[in-house]
């Protein structure tokens, strides 16, 4: 998911391309033009492909016209995201007329999914990767330039790059992402994401912990552990998750949980604040939540996707909880941590969703009353289940009022959630600046809320305590009133 609030009414996280900018070794003569869509592993992983082709030689360059090598990393999760893709790579259709030489490579899940397919569809495209395959880069871009096409999209069981030092891009120098699990083993009827990133596996909790120190080392002052599925996390020495049974006695007792994993950055970095996307709500136990209560420096923020609040749709779903079991476990949250922001993913319009299932949504929502969310209108993937066994059968026009509901129902619970915080002081990590004023300072306050407040003599990395006066549904207004012990 992208960290930034929205909705698909606004804009869809799929459509947000960013330009990644790396500061260059001045020796590197190649130049790599490198755009990211979808969600914040892709974002993760163009830092990887990044890495790995400044060793060949290449600097990232933000002009699209004088780029020897373009790469797209691509988002299959709905198919506004894939059509977004698509357009673009006509933009880069009409550059390669100016500038032959460029070469143009696709990336991530679309490349996952179409394969050489992609090849025969998009003329304009040289070279197909998929996300467990950038080892290969080097070997794929010499194909290239000796003028053949080049594909690799072999899935890993083993490949999580936990020796590869991903190059910062177009960072704020604050915040990073930092991968924990790669793939998804849950097979979410509606989703595509275990066809195009493969089998869970994790990464070694040494090379996490070199990670967060060497971002700290670096001036790092917050980081996002990112997996699909993070509460999965499973540490025995390699291999993959659901091999864990067959593991010794000794692989066993030495294993890293999730749980444990929170805790050892916690412990590592104890100035660093600790942030993790995204929590699947069956595999979230309460040790992790006891942890995120233990350390001060674990955020107060979990993203618990629902999709859905119908018992019947959740099955249909293979979404292996009830909604009963959900508000156990929102009730365990709040039990154990009152101040914790959850915010959500909902999907309308799943096949055979009823007024009733739609309604069970809007009443689940009324119960946790969510800190924010990211909604989305059903769109039917190939290949998954539900595709296969499930008539795509919600009309469009009602698949959109449902959502507009959920929408304006969420709207009215952020602008309670922000409200909550009125006439409070908190800590927040400034940013940078706010958007709308070169005045203000943008940051956030431990439940991930977005804080605006007077620059003052202030700087980017410090952490503040503000006095919020004043909100709107997305943002709180406010005051600094001193650093944080923190400093
Ligand atoms: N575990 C993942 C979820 C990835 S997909 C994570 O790290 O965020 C992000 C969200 O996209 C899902 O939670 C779901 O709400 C939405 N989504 C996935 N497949 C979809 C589909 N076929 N149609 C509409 N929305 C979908
Ligand atoms: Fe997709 Fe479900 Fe995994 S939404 S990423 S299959 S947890």
Request: proline share 3%.
């Amino acid at each position: 998911m992208s960290r930034h609030k929205n909705t698909d009414k606004q804009l869809d996280e799929s459509q947000q391309g960013n330009t990644l900018v790396l500061e260059g070794d001045q020796q590197n003569s190649r130049k790599l033009y490198i755009e990211s869509y979808g969600c914040q592993m892709n974002f993760s992983d163009s830092e990887i492909v990044a890495s790995i082709l400044a060793k060949e030689g290449f600097n990232t360059t933000q002009e699209l016209a004088e780029a020897d090598l373009v790469l797209v990393n691509t988002c299959s999760i709905r198919e506004k995201a894939e059509l977004t893709v698509r357009k673009r790579l006509e933009k880069f259709n009409a550059i390669k007329k100016v500038n032959p030489h460029m070469k143009v490579g696709v990336l991530g899940c679309m490349a996952e999914r179409l394969k050489s397919k992609f090849l025969e569809e998009e003329k304009i495209v040289d070279m197909v990767v998929g996300p467990d395959a950038y080892k290969d880069l080097p070997n794929l871009v010499q194909e290239i330039d000796e003028g053949r096409n080049a594909v690799n999209v072999i899935l890993s069981k083993d490949e999580t790059y936990g020796d590869v030092a991903p190059v910062r891009l177009n960072s704020n120098g604050v915040t990073a992402f930092v991968s924990i699990t790669r793939g998804c083993d849950n097979m979410c009827t509606f989703c595509v994401v275990p066809f195009t990133r493969g089998r869970e596996r994790s990464r070694d909790p040494q090379s996490i912990l070199e990670e967060v120190n060497d971002l700290w080392e670096r001036g790092y002052k917050e980081i996002t552990l990112l997996g699909q599925n993070v509460d999965s996390y499973l540490w025995y020495g390699g291999g993959l998750k659901k091999d864990f049974e067959k593991a010794s006695d000794m692989q066993k007792a030495t294993s890293v949980n999730f749980a444990k994993l929170l805790d050892l950055c916690a412990q590592a970095q104890p100035k660093m604040r600790i942030r993790f996307s995204t929590s699947n709500p069956q595999d979230m136990t309460l040790d992790v939540i006891e942890s995120m209560a233990k350390h001060k420096n674990i955020c107060n923020y979990i993203h618990l996707p629902v999709q859905s609040g119908s018992d019947r749709i959740l099955k249909a779903m293979n979404r292996l909880h009830t909604r009963a079991e959900y508000f156990e476990l929102i009730d365990n949250i709040k039990r154990i941590i009152p101040d914790c922001a959850i915010s959500q993913d909902m999907i309308t319009g799943f096949p055979t969703e009823t007024e009733e299932d739609h309604k069970d949504t809007l009443t689940l929502m009324e119960y946790v009353k969510y800190d924010f969310g990211f909604m989305f209108a059903y769109s039917e993937r190939p290949g998954t289940m539900a595709a296969r066994k499930l008539d795509d059968n919600v009309p469009p026009d009602v698949k959109k009022r449902r959502l507009t509901e959920i929408i304006d129902l969420q709207q009215k619970h952020s602008l309670y959630r922000t409200q909550q915080h009125l006439g409070e002081v908190e800590e927040v990590l400034i940013e940078g600046s706010s958007k709308k004023s070169d005045a203000h300072w943008m940051g956030r306050n431990s439940q991930n809320t977005v804080v605006v407040f007077p620059k003052e003599n202030y700087a980017i990395g410090d952490f503040v305590m503000v006095k919020i006066t004043d909100c709107t549904s997305a943002t709180l207004l406010g005051e600094a009133t001193g650093f944080s012990d923190i400093n």
